[in-house]
């Protein structure tokens, strides 16, 4: 039987361009951390991603430059 579990994502927004998605990922992936779940999809000129990882501090620290950027 499938068990549940609540877990915490970060989300991120920012503009949409080419090969952003590439460096998120590779940014956290750089950082050693799992990506377990991902969520993705541009509206607009925007661009949106949903990330559960297996350590929330690890990516949040990998992905500063695009949060404070």
């Given at each position: ?16 361009r ?11 992936a ?14 607009e ?25």
């Amino acid at each position: 039987m499938a068990k549940a579990r609540k877990v915490k994502e970060i989300r991120l927004s920012m503009p949409n361009r080419v090969g952003l998605l590439s460096e998120i990922t590779t940014a956290v992936a750089n950082a050693k951390v799992n990506i377990n779940a991902i969520c993705a999809y541009a509206l607009e000129n925007n661009a949106f991603f949903n990330l559960i990882t297996g350590s929330n501090a690890k990516a949040k620290k990998a992905l500063a430059p695009w949060v404070s950027g």
